[in-house]
């Protein structure tokens, strides 16, 4: 591929003490059959560009990004604004025009019209108006053969750009010279190429222009700053006129043509183009165009031709923005315009992304917060890593922890407290997590047979989430209440691997880039993903994290179509950070929401509503899908037999906490530590639990039969009502704190 260098202006006409030059040009070229070459001109020639090359002539070519679905635009990205065109596809004004202005003598000669030269020398030295005496095929040479040497005016440049004219004219016909022409001439405002101009000043094709506009264009390129309709429209004005007066004295257009043409405004219809280039989704096409720069040269993203087609899903992303839209509306209502969303939402099979959102605003800020390498704190997000990476070391989420707050600890300048100040007392890993219990987790981080802080930081690193230390990344203690900062990017796809039975695929944007001769450069249609968590251990995390969902922090999140889902909340110090990653068998989509000048926040709802809303319509119309299933996991971790004293006191928490619950909300809590004995109850409606029971790691629930038939007048009763009226703090739902009247979020990061 040839990059031309030259991409500032040029004048056509050369001044008129260039003449001079272009005159002992003459003599030499006309000299050249008869008295030989010279050594001096042998050393001008011998490095001249083959006029055959195919490449000789490139254009300047756009890379076009494309959706998933091939056809929707999403840039163009370029060094010049050029869109090579075929002779029918322009305006006939256009093609005599430009003749009748810039080289009347086209057809005549061949490649260097030596009558115009000694004419145009002539009247020069006579002292008449400025006249110049390159053809169009000599400034064809100049801004493209020679480009290089465009603003060299001597007398070896002048040879050279003559002999490559005349080598030009045998070469190639008059049709394709002039085409060759106007598809490469500036025309100013860095539009290459008479299609670019008539987009750019007319917003339309090149075969649309009337005389006055036609003329217009052909005007420009004398000086493309000095002309230029946008900057000088009086200029611009005055040399349209002087085309059109040429265009009539060469018979392109009748009097009444030039009449009625001369006396139009320039009337530009300028087509509005981001700067960028870009044109739809500019935080996912901005990140597009960093990864193409990541892998190719400059040269190649902006100048080399690459079609580029991309996993983003027009459809979905329109979905995220309208979800994005109806938070921010409820923003409003709070007064927290200032709080910005951001949103991943990745194909866990194929870790294609199919929609994101990197803030508020792309015109007002550029900062995309889906990317960034510096992220936000995740707050009690990272928890799932920490869940992870206990079952996967044989503890089980059934085994019980001291849950209590104000757990103190050397690796905390501070005690560790719960959101809200709550006292859960024992819980099992599972419920802890579905209330993200602060001390839960900050004590199975720091007892010996625990979850190592280093094997927490390998964890996340294995889920494609990692960082510098300056971001918060180590081996300590403090990891798993979310001190470290990410983004929605790589939230989403380390989520994706719980959806995908432990396979991660990469985060992958690019599916394919075609270079300018059809062959492919780039190959992402089918990357493998990465086992790097067993199906089992995968299979375990989406069961306690479901439970987020049904029974936790994340019930706003629950989709109404009953399509199951699981994830974890998360909230910073301070409410300075507010995530949720939630994921489907279908789709693991990340959000967040924070100000850009960090502030505590309350403990809005608007990352699960924004969820929600995105994935209901997502999903709309899709078949309901089960999680992959897998046996359950190895419990041999000698964490699991320390904890089993708390194991009974854990069970008297929670059946104080489902006392009077309904068997529905029962069985969603217990699942399969649950066994059902239907006994006979002539106080408690059919269908009520009447008590539970824990024995032997197992509950057992009673549920009423209504009145035993052959009780008679006797009432046989059923060994008492629910018993046990102290809750020992556990609230009776889990996303709120003791007294059951805190915000509904009881997380609370708030520990970096």
């Known amino acids: 591929m040839r990059v031309r260098r030259k991409h500032r202006e040029m004048r056509t006409h050369a001044p008129a003490w260039g003449l001079l030059v272009a005159a002992f040009s003459l003599a030499i070229v006309v000299g ?19 006029v055959h090359d195919p490449n000789a002539f490139t254009y300047s070519d756009k890379t076009r990004i494309y959706a998933n679905d091939r056809t929707t635009l999403l840039a163009e990205f370029f060094l010049q604004d050029q869109e090579p065109v075929e002779k029918s596809q322009v305006s006939d004004y256009v093609l005599r025009g430009t003749v009748a202005t810039e080289d009347t003598r086209f057809f005549e000669h061949g490649g260097v019209d030596y009558y115009g030269i000694a004419r145009a020398l002539v009247n020069n030295l006579r002292g008449g108006s400025l006249e110049g005496a390159s053809t169009i095929t000599q400034q064809l040479v100049r801004n493209t053969l020679l480009s290089s040497e465009a603003n060299d005016i001597s007398f070896r440049r002048k040879v050279r750009e003559a002999e490559l004219a005349i080598e030009m004219e045998q070469a ?68 349209r006129n002087v085309v059109l007066d040429r265009m009539f004295t060469g018979g392109v257009i009748t009097a009444e043509e030039h009449d009625a043409a001369s006396h139009e405004e320039l009337a530009l219809d300028v087509e509005s183009v981001a700067e960028d280039g870009i044109y739809a989704f500019p935080y996912f096409t901005s990140y597009v165009r960093q990864l193409l720069l990541s892998e190719l040269s400059y040269e190649e993203v902006f100048d080399g031709g690459l079609t580029v087609y991309t996993t983003i899903d027009p459809t979905l992303q329109g979905y995220a923005e309208d979800a994005a839209s109806a938070v921010y509306d409820e923003m409003a209502k709070t007064g927290d315009g200032d709080v910005s969303l951001s949103m991943t939402c990745i194909d866990p099979n194929t870790g294609y992304v199919l929609a994101m959102i ?24 990272f928890k799932a890593f920490t869940l992870a990476a206990a079952i996967e070391q044989g503890i089980s989420p059934r085994t019980a922890i001291d849950c209590s707050t104000g757990f103190e600890n050397a690796a905390w300048s501070e005690p560790v407290t719960n959101y809200g100040g709550a006292n859960y007392g024992h819980l099992s890993i599972e419920r802890m997590t579905w209330v993200s219990a602060n001390t839960g987790f900050a ?33 300590y203690p403090a990891l798993t209440l979310g001190a470290a900062q990410t983004n929605t990017l790589r939230m989403a796809s380390a ?77 910073s110090q301070e409410h300075r950070d507010l995530w949720f990653c939630g994921y489907t068998p279908q789709l693991s989509c990340a959000v967040w929401a924070g ?88 106080d408690v409606p059919a269908g009520s639990v009447t008590r539970i029971e824990y024995a032997s790691g197992k509950y057992i629930a009673y549920v009423s039969k209504g009145p035993d038939p052959n009780a008679g007048a006797h009432r046989g009763g059923t060994a008492g009502d629910a018993e046990g009226g102290e809750t020992n703090g556990i609230p009776s739902h889990p996303e709120a704190d003791g007294g059951g009247t805190a915000p509904q979020n009881t997380e609370g990061g708030g520990t970096a």
């Open 32 to 50: 050249l059959g008869t008295l030989g070459v010279g050594r001096a001109m042998d050393s001008w020639m011998g490095d001249l560009p083959d």
């Open 358 to 381: 990197g803030g508020r605003d792309w015109s007002q800020s550029q900062f995309n917060l889906a990317t960034s390498a510096s992220g936000r704190q995740a707050g009690s997000s």
């Open 595 to 682: 100000a850009a000048q960090e502030r505590e926040m309350w403990e809005a709802p608007w990352c699960k509503d924004a969820w929600r809303l995105f994935m209901e319509r997502a999903l709309e119309g899709r078949e309901k899908a089960d999680f992959p299933t897998a046996a359950e996991p190895k419990y041999d971790n000698p964490f699991n037999e320390k904890q089993t004293s708390f194991g009974e006191d854990a069970a008297k928490d929670v059946i104080a906490q489902l006392s009077g619950a309904s068997l529905a909300d029962v069985q969603a809590a217990l699942g399969n530590d649950l066994s059902v004995i239907e006994t006979f109850s002539a």
């Open 172 to 239: 190639y016909s008059k049709d394709d010279i002039l085409m060759m022409y106007l598809n490469t001439i500036n025309y100013g405002s860095g539009c290459y190429g008479i299609e670019a101009a008539a987009r750019h000043y007319y917003s339309k094709h090149a075969n649309e222009l009337t005389v006055a506009q036609a003329a217009t264009l052909v005007g420009i390129p004398q000086s493309p700053t000095y002309n230029n309709p946008e900057i000088y429209p009086e200029n611009c004005t005055k040399r």
């Open 443 to 475: 004590r199975l981080v720091t007892d010996p047979d625990g979850v190592t802080p280093q094997s927490l930081l390998d964890m996340a690193a294995r889920l494609g989430v990692s960082g510098d230390a300056q971001y918060g990344y180590g081996a």
């Open 495 to 571: 989520y994706g691997a719980f959806a995908a039975g432990g396979i991660r695929h990469a985060d992958t944007c690019i599916t394919q880039v075609v270079a300018r001769d059809g062959s492919t450069i780039i190959d992402n249609a089918s990357v493998p993903g990465e086992q790097v968590l067993s199906p089992e251990v995968a299979a375990e995390v989406t069961n306690v994290l479901r439970g987020v969902v049904t029974q936790g922090t994340g019930r706003e999140s629950a989709l109404p179509s009953g399509q199951v889902s699981a994830g974890k909340t998360g909230t």
